[in-house]
């Protein structure tokens, strides 16, 4: 099969048309909404971001929502973006402020991206910075630039951003604002004093990650949940008698929902500092069954693993600086020491549910190790089982195709066996009546 590859198949797309051709990279899916995780709440979220980023750098208190008739808009009282700079800072790649630490030290924003994203993947976006007492404002569709002004403007500083996602990349969509408010929730416990209004509801947070927890509790908790904070540090640790963690992380605001080099140390730390405290050489998962957490960092120049930034890839606090690592298990070493040695009745608690972690583990491991035993003797002496020809590969592959037939003695078998079809039944059978465990230990 010949193909030709000239200068002519070499092509170079504007920034807006290499964004919504491959949508993926920038946002991830599209969806349509039914999922938390679809690009429409990317949308919302990067610009969200820009504004969270004004307030965590000191500039505004406040942040307006709506979304009416698939309409979202945001309005900031931070500084708003510098006149000139408007149209630039919605449509042109790799501009922004956020390249060095002088204007935002601690930002979610890095790249110069975001914004840029939901400009062109928006039939209809529009951007209005007020500053001093002027405003620049311009349209755009599909990232296409429509019209501009600069007018005088009585308004407060900020910016105020709407977009409407285009329905040709997106399809027929809707806002679940289940998933909107659980984002809204989430900025207000990282930003404590930040007021954040959507359409008819206000979240604010006075505790931080302390009010994350006892909101997100469905349980009494085993004691009162543990809260510290230091400079670019907040924790929440308790203990509840699900299985599993729980365990949230966030960096500069920004949810990360799969985790990083943060959560890899939180849950080290954690577990060492605990060992070190009750001098006992307790297994990790012991220590973290059932524990219920969050922890929230600040980073300078975050290096995230996708521009989703659902994922933490950086190693330091700040370029040059001290690792994630030991900065987190610095802190725990200090203050949740000294929090258990101050408060012995939730060291108790926490004891108590080690030692019974513990406990279950290991009389789960003796069963599965007793199943084991039997299974390999079985299989050494079992002359019961008439195999059948087509078995489980390691893909699974043709893994429904097969049945085994369990019956009680050899008579139960003869019939079935005889009429079985060789190729996809197997039988086996068992030395008698089988006991009924259910009950038993």
């Known amino acids: 099969m010949s193909s030709t590859y000239t200068e002519n198949e070499i092509k170079t797309l504007e920034w807006n048309e290499h964004i919504r051709r491959r949508p993926g990279m920038y946002i991830g899916k599209l969806g349509d909404g039914s999922s938390p995780d679809d690009g429409i709440y990317v949308l919302v979220k990067e610009v969200m971001d820009n504004s969270i980023d004004e307030y965590a750098m000191g500039h505004g208190k406040a942040i307006s929502v709506s979304i009416t008739d698939r309409m979202v808009t945001i309005r900031d009282y931070g500084r708003g973006i510098p006149l000139g700079s408007v149209v630039d800072a919605a449509s042109r790649m790799n501009t922004g402020a956020k390249y060095d630490n002088k204007a935002f030290k601690k930002s979610v924003g890095l790249n110069g991206v975001g914004i840029k994203a939901v400009n062109a993947l928006s039939s209809s976006f529009y951007i209005q910075s007020f500053r001093d007492g002027e405003s620049h404002c311009a349209r755009f569709s599909k990232g296409n630039l429509v019209e501009e002004s600069r007018v005088l403007s009585s308004e407060k500083n900020g910016t105020l951003v709407s977009f409407y996602a285009d329905e040709e990349l997106f399809g027929n969509y809707t806002f679940n604002f289940e998933f909107i408010e659980s984002m809204f929730r989430n900025y207000s416990y990282l930003?404590?004093?930040?007021?954040?209004?959507?359409?008819?509801?206000?979240?604010?947070?006075?505790?931080?990650?302390?009010?994350?927890?006892?909101?997100?509790?469905?349980?009494?908790?085993?004691?009162?949940?543990?809260?510290?904070?230091?400079?670019?540090?907040?924790?929440?640790?308790?203990?509840?008698?699900?299985?599993?963690?729980?365990?949230?992380?966030?960096?500069?605001?920004?949810?990360?929902?799969?985790?990083?080099?943060?959560?890899?140390?939180?849950?080290?730390?954690?577990?060492?500092?605990?060992?070190?405290?009750?001098?006992?050489?307790?297994?990790?998962?012991?220590?973290?069954?059932?524990?219920?957490?969050?922890?929230?960092?600040?980073?300078?120049?975050?290096?995230?693993?996708?521009?989703?930034?659902?994922?933490?890839?950086?190693?330091?606090?700040?370029?040059?600086?001290?690792?994630?690592?030991?900065?987190?298990?610095?802190?725990?070493?200090?203050?949740?020491?000294?929090?258990?040695?101050?408060?012995?009745?939730?060291?108790?608690?926490?004891?108590?549910?080690?030692?019974?972690?513990?406990?279950?583990?290991?009389?789960?491991?003796?069963?599965?190790?007793?199943?084991?035993?039997?299974?390999?003797?079985?299989?050494?002496?079992?002359?019961?089982?008439?195999?059948?020809?087509?078995?489980?590969?390691?893909?699974?592959?043709?893994?429904?195709?097969?049945?085994?037939?369990?019956?009680?003695?050899?008579?139960?078998?003869?019939?079935?066996?005889?009429?079985?079809?060789?190729?996809?039944?197997?039988?086996?059978?068992?030395?008698?009546?089988?006991?009924?465990?259910?009950?038993?230990?």
């Open 191 to 441: 930003n404590t004093g930040l007021t954040l209004k959507f359409n008819d509801k206000e979240f604010i947070s006075k505790n931080g990650l302390l009010d994350l927890l006892n909101e997100g509790l469905t349980k009494e908790p085993l004691y009162s949940p543990i809260h510290l904070k230091g400079d670019d540090i907040e924790i929440a640790i308790t203990h509840g008698n699900d299985y599993g963690e729980g365990i949230s992380s966030f960096v500069n605001g920004q949810y990360t929902t799969q985790g990083g080099t943060h959560m890899a140390a939180f849950r080290e730390a954690v577990a060492k500092t605990i060992k070190d405290f009750f001098k006992k050489d307790f297994d990790p998962s012991d220590i973290r069954q059932s524990m219920i957490a969050a922890i929230s960092i600040k980073v300078q120049e975050p290096v995230f693993e996708s521009q989703t930034k659902t994922k933490l890839g950086s190693k330091e606090i700040s370029p040059g600086g001290v690792s994630i690592r030991n900065f987190i298990g610095d802190f725990l070493k200090e203050h949740l020491d000294n929090y258990l040695h101050r408060h012995p009745e939730v060291a108790d608690a926490m004891m108590r549910k080690i030692l019974e972690s513990e406990k279950e583990r290991k009389a789960i491991s003796g069963i599965q190790k007793l199943a084991r035993d039997r299974a390999k003797k079985a299989n050494l002496h079992n002359k019961k089982l008439r195999d059948c020809r087509i078995h489980y590969n390691e893909k699974n592959e043709r893994a429904s195709e097969s049945t085994l037939f369990i019956t009680e003695g050899d008579s139960a078998s003869g019939s079935i066996t005889k009429s079985r079809d060789v190729g996809t039944q197997a039988v086996f059978s068992l030395k008698g009546k089988p006991k009924n465990p259910y009950g038993l230990s």
